[in-house]
C-alpha cells in the first residue's frame, strides 16, 4: 500500500489550504485513514482520521471545527480541507492508513501506532 500526500504549501493566518492523498490499494474503501502533523522539535500528533465508510470522523480538538476529513472511495482520495489556519498548525502533515475489520469496533483510530501504512508527508507553513 502506497500513500502519495500533495496540497501542502505556505498561506497566510486564517487562510485555507486542501490536503490530498492518494493510495495505490484497489481496496482503498477496506482502509481507514487517518491525517497526523509534526512540527519541529515535536512528536507527530492525531489531527483526523476517517472511517472506511465515511460516515465517522475523529478530530484533534485543536482542529476541531476548522478542519474537515473526507474521503472519495472511488477516487482513492482522502482529504483534508483546513480552514482557518493558525501558525501553530504548521507542521509537515502525514496521510496514514489502517485496514479495518468490519467486525472489530475497539479500535481507536486517533492512535498513531494503529496505522500501517504512512505516506512521504507534506508540508504546511502558515505565516503570521
Known amino acids: 500500500v502506497q500513500l502519495q500526500a500533495s496540497g501542502g504549501g505556505l498561506v497566510q493566518a486564517g487562510g485555507s489550504l486542501r490536503l490530498s492523498c492518494v493510495v495505490s490499494e484497489r481496496t482503498f474503501r477496506s482502509y481507514a485513514m487517518g491525517w497526523f502533523r509534526q512540527a519541529p522539535g515535536k512528536e507527530r500528533e492525531f489531527v483526523a482520521a476517517?472511517?472506511?465508510?465515511?460516515?465517522?470522523?475523529y478530530y484533534a480538538e485543536a482542529v476541531q471545527g476548522r478542519f474537515t476529513i473526507s474521503r472519495d472511495n472511488a477516487e482513492n482520495t482522502v482529504y483534508l480541507q483546513m480552514n482557518r489556519l493558525k501558525p501553530e498548525d504548521m507542521a509537515v502533515y502525514y496521510c496514514?492508513?489502517?485496514?479495518?475489520?468490519?467486525?472489530?469496533?475497539?479500535?481507536?483510530?486517533?492512535?498513531?501506532?494503529?496505522?500501517?501504512?504512512w505516506g512521504q508527508g507534506t508540508l504546511v507553513t502558515v505565516s503570521s
Open positions: 476517517v472511517r472506511r465508510s465515511g460516515g465517522n470522523t
Open positions: 496514514a492508513a489502517r485496514y479495518e475489520d468490519p467486525f472489530d469496533g475497539s479500535v481507536d483510530y486517533r492512535q498513531i501506532y494503529k496505522y500501517n501504512y
